[in-house]
C-alpha cells in the first residue's frame, strides 16, 4: 500500500495465484458434486456423501484458498 510502481508487479503475481487457486477451488467443488450427484442418480450415494459434498468441500477450498496468504 504505498505509491511505488514497482509494487504493480508484485500485485499482479499475487492477482494470478490468486486466480488460479480460485479456479481449482471451482473444478474441485463442481467434480466433488457431480460425482457424488451420478453415485445418488444410480443408487450408491447417501445423505452423508451429499453433506460432504456440500460442507466438506467448501470447507476444503477455503483452506486451499489461505495458500494466498502465503505469498513469496
Not at 3 to 16: A, H, M, Y
Not at 31 to 55: C, N, P
Amino acid at each position: 500500500m504505498t505509491d511505488e510502481p514497482s509494487k504493480i508487479i508484485e500485485g499482479i503475481k499475487i492477482s494470478k495465484k490468486t486466480m488460479r487457486i480460485v479456479k481449482e477451488n471451482i473444478v474441485f467443488a463442481i467434480t466433488v458434486k457431480l460425482v457424488v450427484l451420478i453415485l445418488t442418480a444410480i443408487g450408491l450415494g447417501s445423505m452423508w456423501e451429499a453433506v460432504f459434498a456440500d460442507v466438506g468441500v467448501s470447507i476444503l477450498a477455503i483452506l486451499n484458498s489461505l495458500r494466498v496468504l502465503k505469498t513469496d
